[in-house]
């Protein structure tokens, strides 16, 4: 052990720091360029998020819509209602007119 001990001189040993420190800027300038890529990724999610929000403004509006014609086909539901029993008692009154008629007739 002391062999390898002797071996390692000031000048090795500042060889080897210095090759651990460009093994460190290499590391760094990685990390940087993998930090450029995360940023061009965060810029397009916002641009998503962004085009997300328009369409939820889209479907807000259409939820609009589609309230004013559930509101209008309620109406016409009523007023058709309204128009089948006027309808039904017109039917009921004219059958019973006739069934007057057939009963008040003189017998044929």
Request: aromatic share 10%.
């Amino acid at each position: 052990m002391n062999a390898v001990r002797e071996a390692w001189t000031d000048e090795r040993l500042d060889d080897l720091n210095d090759r651990v420190d460009r093994g460190f800027e290499q590391v760094d300038q990685r990390f940087e360029q993998v930090d450029q890529r995360f940023e061009r990724v965060d810029q397009r999610f916002e641009q998503i998020d962004q085009r997300f929000d328009r369409v939820d403004q889209r479907f807000e509006q259409v939820d609009k819509r589609f309230d004013r014609v559930e509101d209008d086909l309620r109406e016409l539901r009523i007023e058709m209602n309204g128009r089948f029993d006027r309808l039904q008692l017109g039917m009921i009154a004219f059958a019973g007119a006739i069934s007057a008629a057939v009963v008040a007739s003189p017998h044929l």
